[in-house]
């Protein structure tokens, strides 16, 4: 799972900077740091977090998209 996490990580990245090219101010650029469904298991939301700290720390904002929660179950 790591390899996934590390590419949706490098996609991020390259639509944030993509935004930014256009145009769009940094504060008005949202990162969902979702993932993978949370019912697949601790380790995933362990991840999602870790990310979402990430960001915090560098300064982007980011929001959680908890819509497929009830996925599997």
């Not at 799972?1 to 949706?8: A, F, N, R």
């Not at 380790?43 to 904002?61: E, M, P």
């Not at 929001?63 to 009830?70: E, F, I, K, P, Y």
Request: net charge positive.
């Amino acid at each position: 799972m790591g390899v996934v996490i590390q590419g949706k990580a490098m996609a991020a990245k390259r639509i944030v900077a993509a935004a930014r090219r256009a145009g769009i101010p940094r504060e008005r650029i949202f990162v969902d740091c979702q993932a993978m469904p949370f019912v697949l298991g601790a380790g995933v939301n362990r991840t999602c977090l870790a990310r979402i700290s990430t960001l915090k720390k560098a300064g982007w904002n980011s929001l959680l998209a908890l819509g497929n929660v009830s996925y599997g179950s």
